[in-house]
């Protein structure tokens, strides 16, 4: 079994940066595949990033070369730099591996 825990979500004015975190815990995830997921109030959940253990990450189209993610084996985190954000942005952000989900954290882009 895999717990996983986003943090670093906010409330961050358009244009700016958060570093999404995800802790994974109960094993290690290096040879799993990490997908990142957003829900925004309304909207079905949308994939955002796929982040294979080796290879190359993928991302949704309204988010690739504004978003970033990368993982660190040694800590068993996994992260979602992003970057130019918008208010379309705004949802909760999500980390899942397999069929295990964690709780999200809300990432609100507002002036």
């Known amino acids: 079994q895999v717990q996983l825990v986003e943090s670093g979500g906010g409330l961050v004015q358009p244009g700016g940066s958060l570093r999404l975190s995800c802790a994974a815990s109960?094993?290690?995830?290096?040879?799993?595949?990490m997908k990142w997921y957003r829900q925004a109030p309304g909207k079905q959940r949308e994939l955002v990033a796929t982040?294979?253990?080796?290879?190359?990450?993928t991302y949704a189209d309204s988010v690739k070369g504004r978003f970033t993610a990368s993982r660190d084996n040694a800590k068993n985190m996994v992260y979602l730099q992003t970057s130019n954000l918008k208010p379309e942005d705004t949802a909760v952000y999500y980390c899942?591996?397999?069929?295990?989900w964690g709780q999200g954290t809300q990432v609100t882009v507002s002036s």
């Open positions: 982040l294979p253990s080796s290879g190359t990450t």
């Open positions: 109960g094993r290690s995830v290096r040879f799993y595949t």
């Open positions: 899942k591996t397999l069929d295990w």
